[in-house]
């Protein structure tokens, strides 16, 4: 089952902030964040998991509830350089990576 | 260090045709990914490979089939491509099974 992120897609001014949600109907084992901007391959952004920490470096960071089965991503103080749609990534006990529905974030200045 | 890398860049086939799509892995990555991102979707796992095995596949018909190198590129072969194989297909190297997944440009297929 495809993990379901909310919102679907996000609006911001430079230096505001943002919330994205990954909620998975399985038991997760990890999460792992992404971003892609537009015509490019996806890059990794962090991984969380079971059991680990919240991770995070500068302005992006997330949080994993292992109970809830879900992953929240945190963007603070946006950037133009932000935009881009971001995904989710949930690995259950098959080990293979399945993606979320993705969410859709604009920065503008 | 050399990133991934996929050839070609674009492909243009028509419907029953075969395509082979290729990758070449991170330096010191021992495990491929291949993934189907359709327009405006997210990745859609294929299947994966890891030290020349397939390691577990996607809900993909047997016609996508793939293979793996000992030096741990990869090829993605699909036959008698359908309209609905027009994507974007990326591949994904890392160095266990799925951990920090690090993704080629890509190779956009398009069928007519």
């Known amino acids: 089952q495809q993990p379901v992120q909310s919102p679907q897609a996000v609006i911001l001014r430079e230096g505001e902030d943002a919330v994205i949600n990954c909620s998975s109907s399985?038991?997760?084992?990890?999460v792992h964040w992404y971003r892609q901007k537009h015509g490019e391959a996806p890059v990794f952004l962090m991984i969380?998991?079971?059991?680990?920490e919240q991770k995070g470096h500068e302005k992006i960071s997330a949080s994993f509830n292992e109970k809830k089965q879900q992953s929240s991503l945190y963007l603070t103080a946006s950037q133009l350089s932000y935009s881009g749609t971001y995904f989710c990534?949930?690995?259950?006990?098959?080990?293979?990576?399945?993606f979320g529905t993705g969410t859709r974030l604009q920065v503008f200045p | 260090e050399t990133g991934v890398t996929q050839s070609p860049t674009h492909l243009i086939k028509t419907r029953g045709q075969q395509v082979t799509l290729r990758c070449s892995s991170q330096?010191?990555?021992?495990?491929v990914s291949w993934y189907q991102q359709a327009l405006g979707q997210g990745p859609q796992f294929i299947f994966q490979?890891?030290?020349?095995?397939?390691?577990g596949r996607g809900n993909f018909p047997p016609r996508f089939s793939g293979l793996q190198f000992p030096n741990y590129s990869s090829e993605l072969n699909v036959n008698a491509l359908e309209l609905d194989d027009s994507a974007l297909y990326l591949c994904?190297?890392?160095?266990?099974?799925?951990?920090?997944?690090?993704f080629g440009p890509g190779t956009r297929l398009t069928v007519l």
């Open positions: 994904a190297s890392s160095g266990r099974t799925t951990n920090e997944q690090f």
């Open positions: 399985k038991a997760l084992y990890s």
């Open positions: 969380l998991l079971k059991g680990g």
């Open positions: 990534g949930t690995e259950g006990n098959t080990d293979k990576l399945i």
């Open positions: 330096s010191g990555h021992n495990t």
């Open positions: 490979y890891y030290r020349e095995e397939e390691n």
